[in-house]
């Protein structure tokens, strides 16, 4: 069963970079998630879809699929380009853009 080997992007609600610096080994998923008629649950038979594997360093997470026999995909991160601005060019003179409240 494949692997996919990537760096978590930040989410919405973070401010900081936490939790974006580890590497991640998930597995694909091998089976489709059914639903329980009955209770409205989501289940599948697929074991391997709930392990999610932490490492230090992208090489640390290669060596492991190849060392286990795991095919694997490298998905790189985009980078980022940080906005340097401060709450202050909200209220200076000049500013370009509408005000709007």
Known sequence: M???????AKTAMQSGEART????LEFEPASRAER?????????ADTLAQVRLEFATKDEAIAYATRNGI????IEPKPRTPIQKSYAE????GRIGSWTH
């Open 90 to 93: 909200n209220f200076k003179f």
């Open 36 to 44: 329980d008629p009955l209770m409205g649950w989501t289940s599948s």
């Open 71 to 74: 095919a694997y995909t490298v």
């Open 2 to 8: 494949p692997a996919r080997i990537y760096r978590p």
């Open 21 to 24: 610096k580890e590497w991640l």
